[in-house]
């Protein structure tokens, strides 16, 4: 077996309290703010995972200095917007669509020319969807059929503004538009009629940006509009990063799948375009109860204090899926062991993440002997209501997608019979230390 082959054991009720690492979404966003930045950028509890580190080299080569001082603690020198230099080598994103999607972004407003790619997931994920609006900024892509990385891009000597209303919720195209209209005269204009995640707002306007958001109608549908003016002087400034609620989301459900567990997750991201997966373990019964609630940094957090329960299926209704997107995995995980049938709408954008992650988890469920059915945007599974079959030593095809490596292990720990994954590592793009995390909270997760 090719990889590094890992096993969720049926396990006991969890307990502890823990900090989970920081989010992914935004410390890849503080690198590169702190990169267009004038001055120094700090940034406490950055995310160390694969990811991020490759948007850190890619800032690196394109000219900012960039610091570790300590675990979680990094400094960023940025070089003002529009002053970054041509990178004299290709940058590999790895596995990373956030980071290749907004870098392109930035570079598609310098005038400079640049090439990107990333691993065998990476360069099988539609670029087309940002190079597109970009090019209206002037900017010029030479892409793989399909507009698939490795990509040339040369950037627009005289950047135009953007107007741009995003054809499917994606915060990555948003964001991208938002970071090209940074180097262009006059205001970029982005509309969209279902709010995605807004880390790129509140950090742009914490960097010293000025960025209005209103609500609109468009076209009879009500919608946001975000308008930013270009050229601003961004400033380096203090970034502090919450625990990333998308990784918290695996200790979560586990804990409450393990009957008698009690388990704190500390500092939780609660913007609530990401907190979508929180309301629908409510709404199944899940005992979470949202502690401390406060804001830092520009983003609300809270402690998350989580106990085993019954849980029940519920339709979880396609509006949601912008607040959830990438947790659909792990509620699957729930929903094998809830009583009655879960109905997940609207996940036709899990077909495009690191994996197809639709057919991924119906084909590693049908495996765990879970009755799961698989339609073109809808993902139904009927719960045993107390632990699922599990595995039966064939291993979980993960396909490069560490969050279907992990949802798997989760499910492993709940389950009457061991699961086994094929690969364990692209866990370390996201979530370096998970097998040793959840060991701490009494999880078995071991080497086969
Ligand atoms: C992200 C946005 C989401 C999400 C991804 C991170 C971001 O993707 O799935 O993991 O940081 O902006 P889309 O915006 O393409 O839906």
Known sequence: MAGHPMTGRPSGALSGSVRLPGDKSISHRALMFGALAVGETT??????????????????????EIERDAKGCWRVWGRG????????DVLDMGNSGTGARLLLGILASHPLTAVLTGDASLRRRPMARVTEPLS???AVFIAREGGRLPLTVIGARDPLPLDYRLPVPSAQVKSAVLLAGLNAPGETRVVEREATRDHSERMLRHFGADIVIREIDDEGHRAQEILLTGQP??????????????????????????????VRLKAVGMNPQRSGLITTLQEMGGDITIENAREEGGEPIADLVVRGSRLKGVAVPAGRAPSMIDEYPILAMAAAAAEGRTVMHGLGELRVKESDRLAAVARGLALCGVEVTEQP??????????????????AIATELDHRIAMSFLVLGLAAERPVLIDDMTPVATSFPDFAGLMRGLGAEIAEP
Do not use: Y
């Open 81 to 88: 917007i529009g002053a970054l230099a041509e990178p004299d």
């Open 43 to 64: 940034i406490d509890g950055l995310l160390e995972g694969e990811d991020v580190l490759r948007t850190a080299a890619a800032m690196r080569a394109l000219g900012a």
């Open 377 to 394: 945007e809808t993902l139904t599974v009927t719960g045993c209501g107390g632990r699922p079959p599990g595995g039966n030593n064939q």
């Open 136 to 138: 209206t900024s002037g």
């Open 233 to 262: 002087e961004l400033t380096g400034r203090h970034v502090q990063v919450p625990a990333d609620p998308s990784s918290a989301a695996f200790p979560l459900v586990a804990a409450l799948l393990l009957p008698g567990s009690e």
